[in-house]
């Protein structure tokens, strides 16, 4: 005789989903055709349709531990073919959203980072903590800094930023990992069988992916967003591998001042990181903005992760210029503004829009390592 298995929906999580962006849940009627048209949807269990039935249901663990909600990036060929107008592209990025509640360690910090009403206090703790290093180190005097040419290192020197750098986000790496851990054993449960090739084989086939955004180019309706994202990937770890390379430069010229001229490789990578997140961010702000019906209604947290990013892209590349103009009383403000904004990013990175970074990744290394490809990859020879 058959095991029974016996479901027990959860409404509290259903209305969660549609207060956090998928309130077009109920108007789903499981006709398929988003699953039909999608091109990221393998041939077997595609999605987004099995998802729309298990967040109908209130099915919370195994939408959790489903990997295809990764897999889905929201390019909205679904949403927009739609016959009903559920918006499938929407629930499933509130579903993405919920995620990062459900997987929190700390838990509190996930919905934090969820609520509006939060935001001052995530805003404190690197306003604290910043202007506690500053405070410690100047002693409140400022007119020093005010009077002599504009040198970040004497407002706060580098290697009390690196120390937050490198010990806070490696304390936020450790807290990431469990919330991965999580979801990992959640797709390993849930999806069954072994993988067909080894986790490193299927990393490196999902880096490629992930490097060169190759499912974003297979979308029809927004294939425009993947010049937008790309060029935000590529500025945000371009700007990464600047910070890093400026400290090495540093550490080898010490007391040279600018440690980094203008004509330095260096600046030519920073520089044109910075300008490759501002016009990346910019296509966003306006597609989300001027075509949100088939874009996709953006979140809080959206909207939150976008204008944290661009306040860090354009803060960032106008620190040389107030250094240039010799204008402290400009400079100093906005270097702590920028480092305010670099922290709140990545202190909060698992628990905000940035933790994409982590679950798409790992979702798309697990179903490389299962041969969970989209229909259209499988076409290719």
Not at 13 to 34: E, H, M, N
Not at 253 to 279: D, R
Request: net charge positive; glycine share 10%; proline share 7%.
């Amino acid at each position: 005789m058959p095991e029974i298995e016996v479901l027990k929906p959860d409404r509290v999580f259903i209305q969660q989903v549609k207060a956090i962006g998928g309130d077009t849940l109920s108007q789903c009627y499981q006709c398929a055709a988003c699953a039909s048209v999608c091109k990221l949807a393998p041939v077997d269990r595609p999605f987004p349709r099995k998802e729309m039935i298990l967040a109908q249901w209130g099915l919370k663990e195994r939408l959790m531990a489903d990997p295809d909600l990764w897999l889905c990036h929201q390019c909205n060929d679904c949403s927009v073919r739609c016959p009903r107008g559920a918006k499938p592209g929407e629930v499933l990025a509130a579903l993405r959203s919920y995620a990062f509640r459900h997987f929190a360690f700390p838990g509190f910090m996930g919905r934090a980072l969820s609520s509006p009403a939060s935001l001052p206090l995530l805003l404190l703790l690197p306003i604290l903590v910043i202007g506690g290093l500053l405070w410690f180190y100047t002693g409140g005097q400022f007119s020093p800094l005010i009077n002599e040419p504009v040198d970040y290192g004497k407002f706060i020197p580098h290697g009390y930023i690196e120390m937050l750098f490198i010990g806070g986000n490696l304390l936020i790496f450790l807290f990431a990992v469990v919330g991965l851990l999580r979801f990992w054993r959640g797709m390993n449960k849930s999806w069954g069988g072994g993988a067909s090739i080894g986790f490193v084989a299927a990393a490196l086939s999902a880096g490629r992916e992930i490097l060169m955004h190759d499912r974003f180019g297979r979308c029809d309706t927004n294939a425009f967003r993947r010049i937008a994202h790309l060029l935000i990937f590529l500025g945000f770890f371009g700007s990464m591998a600047t910070a890093g390379l400026a400290l090495i430069a540093m550490l080898m010229a010490p007391g040279q001042y600018p440690p980094i001229p203008l004509t330095h490789p260096i600046k030519w990578l920073g520089n044109a990181s910075g300008l490759a997140m501002i016009i990346g961010l910019a296509l966003v702000i306006w597609q989300r903005s001027a075509h949100s019906d088939t874009s996709g209604k953006a979140g809080y947290s959206h909207w939150l992760f976008i204008w944290t990013t661009l306040c860090i892209a354009l803060s960032g590349m106008s620190l040389q210029v107030w250094r240039l103009m010799d204008l402290p009383q400009i400079a100093y403000p906005v270097y702590f503004f920028h480092l305010l904004a670099v922290f709140f990013l990545l202190w909060y990175a698992p628990y905000s829009q940035l933790g994409h970074m982590f679950y798409r990744t790992l979702a798309m290394v697990f179903a490389a390592g299962v041969g969970r490809k989209p229909r259209e990859f499988e076409k290719s020879p």
